[in-house]
């Protein structure tokens, strides 16, 4: 039985599917100068991405671009 504060948990290849990239230095090169969310540690050497959080992040990148877009136009 799922606790209803569980939330879903992305691993480093899901993240960086999400992503559309290759190298996981990408991903770590966003979190340093891009704000991208920082992965949880849930074992010795385990980490895993919030979803919500990855997914709100890509949000952002999105809005932020259409928003650059429309000051061109």
Do not use: C
Not at 3 to 30: A, F, I
Not at 34 to 39: A, E, S, T
Request: glycine share 4%.
């Amino acid at each position: 039985m799922k606790n209803r504060t569980e939330k879903p948990l992305l691993t480093r290849d899901d993240v960086k599917k999400m992503l559309g990239v290759k190298s996981q230095q990408t991903v770590y090169t966003y979190m340093q100068l891009h704000g991208f969310p920082k992965p949880i540690q849930i074992g010795l050497r385990s980490k895993r991405w919030i979803a919500e959080e990855v997914e709100s992040w890509i949000q952002a990148r999105i809005e932020a671009s259409r928003n650059d877009v429309h000051k061109l136009a």
